[in-house]
């Protein structure tokens, strides 16, 4: 399958701090890019659905301003939580596509916040 | 929105033996079902999926049935192997293969 790099793939954070997490396709060019975070023994909730060059859609419950997603590229969208307090602490992973194909998932980012 | 809801949350099975997850979804216009392995600290993989056309798909000891008018889809895995140990998500979608909706997930312990 297509490859998705996601990092990092660890990061510890003070509370208050902005964390910032990339996302990048390496051999396709992904319109579509989708963010999850899974807390631990807990399943995969979507975060937001972003289109390259559109503002990305977000998911009932979760704070746009918060969680800052750009797709200003084709191989590239980030996160970023912003004044990350311990309760975002989580696995945050990203999953890369097309309209007509399998979207593929980075390696996911653990995120502590202390 | 879609609802998927899969059982059972933990599965131990002696290796050799079948293990079964099973799964139902709510949306009657989703017609795409993935199913994703996930080893500890591993990104999700998919493992097999099946379409709303077809009723059953099998790859080697991995099988799925669809019951559309039940709306419930199950993982069949025969001659399980301890490597075959991992959290398993089945999901459904509307949008072919774009946004999914995942279910809760069943952790499959296969004992040597």
């Known amino acids: 399958g297509a490859v998705v790099s996601q990092h990092p793939s660890r990061v510890i954070c003070k509370s208050g701090t902005s964390v910032k997490i990339e996302c990048r396709s390496l051999?396709?060019?992904?319109?579509?890019m989708f963010w999850y975070r899974q807390f631990p023994k807990q399943s995969l909730m979507l975060m937001a659905t972003?289109?390259?060059?559109?503002?990305?859609?977000?998911e009932q419950g979760v704070e746009k301003d918060k969680f800052l997603i750009n797709h200003a590229s084709l191989t590239l969208s980030t996160l970023t939580v912003t004044s990350a307090h311990p309760e975002d602490s989580s696995f945050y992973i990203c999953r890369a596509g097309t309209a007509n194909t399998e979207a593929f998932f980075g390696q996911g980012t653990r995120l502590t916040v202390v | 929105g879609e609802n998927v809801e899969q059982h059972p949350s933990t599965l131990s099975v002696q290796e050799g033996d079948s293990a079964v997850i099973k799964c139902t979804y709510s949306?009657?216009?989703?017609?795409?079902f993935p199913w994703y392995k996930q080893e500890l600290g591993k990104r999700p993989q998919l493992i097999i999926d099946i379409r709303s056309n077809v009723g059953e798909k099998k790859d080697q000891r991995i099988a799925v049935t669809l019951n559309k008018t039940a709306k419930h889809f199950s993982l069949h895995i025969t001659e399980t192997q301890p490597e075959d140990s991992a959290v398993y998500f089945c999901a459904a979608s509307q949008g072919g293969y774009q946004k999914v909706t995942f279910g809760i997930g069943t952790k499959l312990q296969v004992i040597p």
């Open positions: 051999d396709f060019q992904a319109t579509t």
């Open positions: 949306d009657s216009a989703s017609n795409y």
């Open positions: 972003s289109n390259e060059g559109s503002k990305a859609t977000y």
